[in-house]
């Protein structure tokens, strides 16, 4: 199985992506990437693993959702950085829930782009108040926020699919100068 997922995880790797880290027990995928260099038709990290890596239409609808999500703020420009780490996919197996796993994850993706490789900017998506609240604890910057009554799937919108009116998204972002601490 290990063997399998390492094949399917070199086969979505994008021109831009530097490094994965991917851990199965927990669904946590950490990515540094590179700015592109090249022209804006090229196909995001998110296009790339759409259309090379998902098999069913819902899994499809939720790249979709995540492409237009990432399409609102382009954080390389708005921080003035030419590589960053995204914390993506953050979740924990049911049994192992509010044990401070989830944050401990991120604390750690924390240190290791700012320690080990000296990002400046490490950036996420929090689709859940589990993670916002992650987020929030860690210091994140809110830059977008947008409900998911704006994104759709088969007719439905996502709150409707997710049981809540009011559910939103956020794209996050934290930043590091010489005097931050995690």
Known sequence: QKRQN???RNKCRSGKLQRI??????????FVQKKSSTSTDEESYFEQ?????CKTENAKSLMNA???????????????????????????????GRQGIGYQLCKYSLDVAKNHHNLQVVCSMWTGIN?????KKLGFEVVH??????????GKTFA?????????????????NQFSKI
């Open 6 to 8: 390492r094949r399917r």
């Open 21 to 30: 880290t991917f851990d199965l027990q927990t669904n946590s995928k950490i």
């Open 49 to 53: 693993f759409r259309d090379n890596c």
């Open 66 to 96: 995540m492409i237009e999500a990432d399409s609102k703020v382009d954080i390389f420009e708005k921080f003035k950085v030419d590589s960053l780490m995204e914390i993506m996919f953050l979740s924990v197996l049911k049994e192992y």
């Open 131 to 135: 993670t916002q609240v992650i987020g």
């Open 145 to 154: 926020t947008e409900p998911f009554t704006n994104l759709s799937f088969n």
């Open 160 to 176: 409707e699919r997710f049981g809540d009116p009011n559910i939103t998204y956020q794209v996050a972002v934290k930043c590091f």
